[in-house]
């Protein structure tokens, strides 16, 4: 079956430590996204890659980072600098960049920081 | 630029009863929007979008969103809530390179 698959579900990093997250899909789409999701305010996005080899940041980006050097992964880093990394992320793909297609998400990471 | 504000953070309803969550859109250019449902720990699911084909939208599990462009509105609907729909429900517009804007969601609560 198609989709996207997030490893691990859950991770715990020690404070200081850098740490990545996987996130692979074989729905053969363009565009991958990272979103972080904290309660009570919604997804915001940290990354996105509209194909392989390019990304820009989104309204988050400080602290984390990113590669994209095969079409189907995507993985994110949470780098030391991230001050506040304990979330719930959220990796996503949608075909394109055409505004009419939708997006399909992950099962998520949850990160904690101990 | 494109945005969604979804109204009330929390809403219950009895089993049975009118489901209805708002959402209002701020968008440049025509829209293109979703609703997403998402359970506990796990990601977002599309219930349904629309793309200007159409200004009543169907969708999954018997949900359904009318889109208003006098109002700005985009707000989901369905005629008689089950207790499997207590979830989070996320309303999104799509921007430039296909970015999606998120609102910051409702949570659904179906009481028996």
């Known amino acids: 079956d198609g989709g996207i698959t997030q490893s691990p579900k859950y991770l715990f990093r020690k404070e200081g430590q850098n740490v990545t997250l996987s996130c692979e899909q074989n729905?053969?789409?363009?565009?991958m996204y990272w979103y972080r999701q904290d309660p009570g305010q919604g997804l915001r996005l940290i990354y996105y890659?509209?194909?392989?080899?390019?990304?820009q940041k989104g309204d988050i980006a400080e602290g984390y980072s990113v590669s994209r050097e095969k079409k189907e992964s995507f993985p994110l880093t949470v780098t030391s600098a991230q001050k506040n990394p304990t979330a719930f992320y959220l990796c996503?793909?949608?075909?394109?960049?055409?505004?009419?297609?939708?997006?399909?998400f992950g099962q998520g990471t949850r990160l904690t920081v101990v | 630029a494109q945005s969604v504000t979804q109204l009330g953070s929390h809403v219950s309803v009895s089993e049975g009863a009118l489901v209805l969550l708002r959402c209002n859109y701020s968008?440049?250019?025509?829209?293109?929007l979703f609703w997403y449902v998402q359970y506990p720990n796990q990601g977002l699911q599309l219930l349904l979008k629309?793309?200007?084909?159409?200004?009543l939208v169907k969708g999954i599990n018997g949900f359904e969103a009318e889109f208003k462009k006098s109002e700005t509105s985009f707000h989901l609907t369905k005629p008689s809530a089950h207790m499997s729909d207590a979830a989070e429900y996320f309303c999104?517009?799509?921007?430039?390179?296909?970015?999606?804007?998120f609102g910051t969601g409702t949570s659904l609560t179906v009481i028996p």
């Open positions: 996503a793909s949608s075909i394109g960049a055409a505004q009419n297609t939708e997006a399909f």
């Open positions: 729905l053969n789409h363009d565009a």
């Open positions: 890659s509209q194909i392989v080899n390019d990304f």
């Open positions: 968008s440049s250019v025509p829209p293109y």
């Open positions: 629309y793309t200007s084909a159409a200004t």
């Open positions: 999104a517009v799509s921007g430039y390179g296909n970015q999606f804007y």
